[in-house]
């Protein structure tokens, strides 16, 4: 038989080295993080020095950066599993070395006093467990909060709201890349379907798009751009971006469109923006399609001021004489939903938009 008090001091000592261990991991995966972080903020620098190279098209060099980030983001899944596995046996032997230490060492007679020195166990207890809470999310940053202050996630590349009120970049800048454009196509016998397409996936802002000839309005959709393009297949991680995006905003019934020529007025409203950003297309009919004649006009509409508290759209002031803006969108609710409306331009008449966006 082992002596006791021999067998409680070797396996005191064993205890203390797995702590000890456990904190070398610990460190380990600290220098890893901030090794991943510097090279991160290095590409975050140059997908945001690029956006404002708004004269020449650079979605290509965008879209490569964004596929860059989520590259250096993701730590590799099997020494991930590892380092977990590792701190979970670790923290399993730690526990049972601190029952088996009471167990042998202890006379169990229940007292108060007993729950002091119960207590500082059942403390370091937890702070093992948060320890463990604290490594798990560094290693896997997706779809938790501790990390997102220093590494955003790659999807957050793509989102204007982020991108404007966390890095403080222009959205005109950035939505230059997306290289927005509007057409209208046949659907069926008897309607057309209004398309928004963008050559870079930009997303996560309020939107308003009225379609008229002169005086007399043919199409209304307001809604909340949010894209989400699955998970990769190999990782299982969001896919952060996508090329020549598609996105169906509505239907125009045939018999409304009877002229050659419409024009488009398209209102961005980021999140953490005051002013939103106004695109003015020119359509013309080629076949039996409706393109953009030119490139569209861009500009940042002052005379509209409006704020995003969470999910409701409020609009502040609106001397900019948009039709049907106040009575459609005044306090609308952001839910990712795509809203359209033919005459009667009035609440009651939109109807939502469930087609899906596609890429082509």
């Not at 064993?14 to 090794?35: E, M, P």
């Not at 980030?69 to 599993?81: A, E, I």
């Amino acid at each position: 038989m082992f002596d006791v008090q021999s067998y409680l001091r070797v396996l005191t000592s064993i205890n203390a080295a797995l702590i000890t261990l456990l904190g070398s991991v610990g460190i380990f995966v600290s220098l890893t993080v901030q090794r991943r972080v510097e090279r991160l903020q290095d590409i975050l620098e140059e997908f945001l020095d690029l956006s404002y190279q708004s004269d020449t098209n650079i979605t290509g060099k965008m879209y490569k950066l964004i596929e860059k980030y989520q590259m250096h983001y993701l730590f590799p899944d099997t020494p991930g599993r590892l380092i977990i596995q590792y701190i979970n046996l670790t923290i399993a032997v730690v526990v049972i070395s601190w029952a088996s230490i009471l167990t042998l060492g202890s006379r169990w007679t229940f007292s108060i006093s007993l729950l002091f020195y119960v207590l500082p166990i059942f403390m370091g207890l937890g702070i093992l467990v948060f320890y463990r809470y604290l490594l798990k999310n560094t290693i896997y940053p997706f779809g938790n909060y501790l990390m997102s202050p220093l590494i955003p996630p790659p999807v957050m590349l793509r989102s204007v709201s982020f991108l404007s009120s966390y890095v403080n970049v222009s959205v005109k800048s950035i939505l230059r890349q997306a290289r927005l454009r509007l057409l209208i196509k046949p659907h069926n016998e008897n309607k057309a379907k209004v398309v928004l397409k963008e050559e870079l996936s930009f997303d996560d802002y309020f939107y308003y798009l009225f379609i008229a000839r002169e005086d007399s309005p043919v199409f209304v959709a307001y809604g909340e751009l949010k894209i989400s393009f699955g998970n990769e297949s190999i990782t299982g991680k969001p896919i952060p971006a996508a090329k020549n995006v598609n996105i169906p905003l509505g239907y125009i019934p045939f018999t409304i469109l009877t002229h050659d020529e419409y024009e488009a007025r398209f209102f961005i409203f980021p999140r953490g923006e005051k002013h939103p950003l106004e695109y003015l297309f020119k359509l013309k009919k080629q076949g039996n399609i409706f393109v953009m004649a030119e490139e569209p006009e861009i500009s940042v509409n002052y005379m509209t001021t409006y704020h995003i508290d969470k999910d409701r759209f409020r609009v502040i002031e609106e001397n900019a004489d948009i039709p049907f803006f106040r009575s459609l969108v005044g306090t609308a609710v952001l839910n990712t939903g795509r809203y359209a409306c033919n005459e009667p331009f009035q609440p009651e008449n939109a109807y939502n938009c469930a087609d899906d966006i596609y890429i082509e």
